[in-house]
């Protein structure tokens, strides 16, 4: 048994070991994680908990979870029947800039858009869409109240996949530089991270993208343009 049981172990349902596990079953039902793929990782104090590797979403325990000390970068628990998320180091660069959650998934739609974009406007190129009401579930950026409007443009970034996921961070972190409004950074070919200040802002994020994407997705097979111009 992992040592430092206790960090883990609680029957408060809000508790970062049982959100995590609660959030990945849901995710499992929307297709997100399918095949142990994606991952959720929460930063509550200076403690980072993470889900770990390999291991089927819908079905984690608390006893699964990784514990990290923020500062330190060190684990305060490793289950030794389990590998830690190679997700890990891009959790990090969320939680550096702020975020209280971070979501990894391999949502079909998230990897259709990055191809759509690639196909029309080229590998430089961000997804960009304007004019629909579900972009209001995205805030306007880091340090400006509120959330996107109706008329604003989404802007998502998109970056290369690699063929080890830790070999991202690097990519991940630029296109956060590059785009300091971003919530988001798409995975061409592979899937999408998205954050937020907590766990609600995160999973609202995470599902009003989805439903921009797969909206956008349909809107390509009408021929119908995402922007004004």
């Not at 609680?10 to 994606?38: M, Q």
């Not at 060190?74 to 998320?85: D, F, N, T």
């Not at 997804?127 to 998502?156: A, M, S």
Request: a negative charge; charged letters at 20%.
């Amino acid at each position: 048994m992992a040592e430092n049981e206790h960090l883990v172990r609680s029957a408060d349902p809000n508790h970062p070991s049982n959100l995590i596990c609660e959030l990945c079953r849901k995710f499992y039902t929307l297709g997100w994680v399918t095949g142990t793929g994606g991952g959720t990782s929460i930063r509550h104090g200076d403690h980072i908990f993470i889900a770990p590797s390999g291991v089927q979403k819908e079905l984690m325990q608390p006893s699964d979870m990784f514990v990290m000390d923020f500062n330190t970068r060190e684990y305060l628990r490793r289950p030794p029947i389990h590998r830690p998320s190679a997700c890990t180091p891009l959790f990090l660069a969320a939680f550096t800039a702020g975020a209280g959650c971070c979501i990894h998934t391999h949502s079909q739609w998230a990897v259709l858009v990055t191809l759509l974009v690639e196909r029309d406007f080229g590998v430089d190129a961000c997804f960009e869409i304007e004019l629909l009401e579900q972009i209001k579930g995205i805030p306007k950026g880091k340090g400006k109240p509120g959330n996107l409007g109706y008329h604003d443009t989404l802007r998502v970034p998109i970056i290369e996949n690699t063929a080890h996921e830790e070999d991202l961070t690097e990519s991940l972190e630029a296109a956060m530089q590059k785009y300091p409004d971003t919530y988001a950074v798409l995975v061409r070919r592979h899937g999408i991270y998205v954050w937020g200040d907590n766990v609600h802002k995160a999973k609202t994020q995470c599902e009003s993208l989805d439903y921009i994407f797969q909206l956008a997705v349909e809107m390509k097979k009408l021929d119908l343009p995402w922007k004004s111009s």
